[in-house]
């Protein structure tokens, strides 16, 4: 038991970071664990939680808890069935267009949610996008969350936009960049920019994003996740084998990072 939660069992490890799967016995149901450690672990799971606090949308994964123990900061998240969309890619190649569009949508819709609450996720990526067993995309790993306008606090190399890679301010057009380089991967079947490119630094002498404070706020219509309607064979690494535990499904390859 970890505070009042146990641990069902590793998902996946970084050098900061493990997720597990976890199930929460008062409310009996899977919970995800994101245990991270390292001498920045609590300013990027508060700000994680932080941002994910304020979002209620069918496409963006909801926050339940966060805390400390001895070593670690914790934050505790809906659990999903399913896979990130980087196993869907690794599986199923190239996809028709149809297809790569359907499984991008609803993870925009939870996207352009977020920016109409003034939060810039940062870090849009194959790995970050999780499909559940129904088909609906959800929008993980808010730890690099900012405010347009803000200064970068990194990103993944191949998805940051040029003036996040260049350290500088960023806003939602930073999120929209990432997002077309996921959809034209989709759209290719492997990697649009091998991680070892170099950006050109002088990119902020001709980029000077300015941040757009005339926000609309408004409801999602009916409160409904995008499901997507794609072929079998990109349903099937979402179809995940049940575990032994009886509690669900293994959520496989879900990758995250620590800033």
Excluded at 14 to 31: C, E, M, N, S, Y
Excluded at 46 to 65: C, K, M, Y
Excluded at 162 to 171: F, H, K, N, R, S
Aim: proline letters at 5%; charged letters at 20%; hydrophobic letters at 35%.
């Amino acid at each position: 038991m970890i505070q009042d939660y146990e641990r069902v069992g590793v998902v996946t490890r970084t050098a900061h970071t493990t997720i597990w799967k976890g199930f929460d016995p008062a409310l009996q149901r899977d919970v995800a664990l994101k245990q991270v450690t390292g001498a920045d672990a609590g300013a990027a799971v508060r700000r994680e939680a932080t941002a994910l606090a304020g979002l209620a949308h069918p496409n963006i994964v909801s926050v339940l808890d966060v805390f400390d123990d001895t070593d670690s900061v914790w934050l505790v998240e809906q659990w999903v069935n399913g896979a990130p969309l980087s196993a869907v890619l690794s599986r199923s190649g190239r996809l028709r267009a149809i297809d790569a569009l359907a499984l991008t949508h609803g993870a925009l819709s939870g996207l352009s949610y977020a920016h109409d609450r003034d939060v810039v996720h940062g870090d849009v990526t194959p790995s970050n996008i999780l499909i559940d067993e129904s088909g609906t995309p959800m929008l993980v790993d808010f730890g690099l969350a900012a405010a347009p306008g803000a200064a970068s606090v990194g990103g993944s190399p191949g998805y940051m936009a040029p003036e996040a890679a260049a350290g500088g301010v960023i806003d939602k057009r930073s999120d929209v960049y990432s997002s077309c380089v996921v959809l034209a991967e989709l759209l290719k079947g492997k990697r649009l920019f091998p991680q070892t490119i170099r950006i050109r630094t002088n990119i902020n002498s001709r980029y000077d994003p300015k941040p757009d404070h005339h926000h609309h706020h408004h409801r999602h219509p009916g409160g409904r996740p995008h499901r997507t309607r794609v072929s079998r064979d990109i349903q099937r690494p979402c179809q995940l084998s049940r575990e032994s535990s009886g509690r669900g499904h293994r959520q496989h390859g879900r990758s995250r990072r620590l800033s």
